[in-house]
């Protein structure tokens, strides 16, 4: 790899550290959904540093020019990033569900009466999709 | 036997004053609990005028968790039944009886079934179909044999609430898949006759392409229900 490009990439690698680095600082990203995306930047780094190492997996895996295995990896690595959102997604969606429920439970338990319906008018409704209420 | 009859309801203000009226002239004994799913037509403060417990839900959740949050408070309450009970009319108070006496002789579940009743309302062929696919689903994937698995009116015993009103109640989709769940989780299950009415709703299953991704939703959930590991169904 020409030099030139090596110090680019590095560069802009280092930059998207910082930027995650900052946003973990300051609070707006989570510390636990930080590591997948300093790894990714790590891997780079090496990848870089290291463009032998990149060579020898595109002949691993059988590809033809190192491009191909470097999308292939992003690719890869974005359909896990896909899947683990997915999850967590359907973590959260567990829990709002279980807030809400105490929350009526809740009020209910102790004779408040229900404020008017959450939703002001032209706010968007998320659509569930069910049949039965249909 | 202590009962309480949960009305799942989504913007059925104007059903729920027969539904409840004639619940209550059948059911004087039994308690009534209105779970409203964020309903925009008011239907809170309507089971609330008709004297019933309301329980609002502050965000639109769907059935199954409007559902959900009635046997939660049933549980709680310590009702020895908990009766899941459509908002829309298609239900007759008449076929409660048969229910709680089946969970009072025994059974977990009691699930009202229009196939053991002659003259019910049987809805469309797509919902023909549809109940066919997934009675025969039901009974390949766990020798359940009941016939009206995607019934709404179900009778619940204690050990039924308290496992519908965990994790383990599949609350996106809950017809034949929460009953595959609690066949796996070692309850009784039985069925009683239910003379199914028409919905008094006129938007139902029928729009668009919607029953199509209910079916196939369904059957996914079925599967899993019936695939999953034997180890969370028991806690």
């Known amino acids: ?134 | 036997m202590r009962t309480l009859i949960v009305i799942p309801c989504r913007d059925e203000a104007r059903n729920l004053p027969d539904v409840v009226g004639e619940l209550r002239s059948v059911r004087p004994e039994d308690d009534i609990a209105v779970v409203d799913d964020a309903s925009r037509d008011g239907s809170a403060e309507v089971a609330a005028r008709l004297g019933c417990d309301v329980v609002r839900l502050p965000l639109h959740l769907g059935y199954g968790a409007a559902v959900q949050a009635g046997i939660k408070l049933g549980q709680r309450g310590g009702y020895d039944v908990v009766v899941t009970f459509d908002g829309d009319g298609q239900h007759d108070p008449a076929d409660v009886a048969p229910l709680v006496a089946a969970v009072a002789g025994g059974a977990d579940l009691a699930l009202g079934s229009r196939f053991q009743a002659p003259g019910a309302y049987q809805g469309g062929p797509l919902r023909i179909a549809g109940r066919r696919l997934f009675a025969a689903l039901c009974g390949a994937l766990t020798g359940l044999a009941l016939d009206d698995p995607t019934s709404g009116l179900k009778a619940l015993g204690p050990r039924a609430q308290a496992l519908f009103a965990s994790s383990r109640f599949p609350d996106r989709f809950p017809d034949a898949d929460a009953l595959v769940v609690a066949h796996r989780a070692g309850l009784l299950l039985t069925q009683r006759p239910a003379r199914m009415r028409a919905s008094r709703n006129v938007h139902s299953m029928h729009d668009g392409l919607r029953p199509f991704a209910y079916a196939a939703n369904m059957v996914l959930s079925l599967l899993v229900a019936a695939l999953g590991r034997a180890r969370d169904l028991r806690e």
Request: aromatic share 8%.
């Open chain 1, 1 to 134: 790899m020409p030099l030139r490009q090596q110090v680019v990439f590095l560069a802009l690698t280092g930059l998207l550290l910082l930027v995650i680095l900052e946003l973990v600082r300051r609070r707006r990203l989570r510390v636990e959904y930080s590591w997948v995306w300093l790894a990714s930047g790590a891997s780079i780094v090496l990848l870089i540093l290291r463009y032998d190492l990149l060579l020898a997996l595109t002949e691993t895996v059988g590809a033809v020019v190192p491009t191909s295995t470097l999308f292939f990896l992003c690719i890869l690595f974005l359909a896990a990033l896909c899947l683990d959102f997915s999850v967590r997604l359907t973590t959260l969606t567990r829990q709002v569900k279980d807030l809400a429920q105490e929350l009526a439970l809740l009020r209910h338990s102790r004779g408040e009466p229900a404020p008017p319906t959450a939703l002001r008018a032209g706010e968007r409704e998320h659509e569930r999709g069910d049949d039965r209420f249909r």
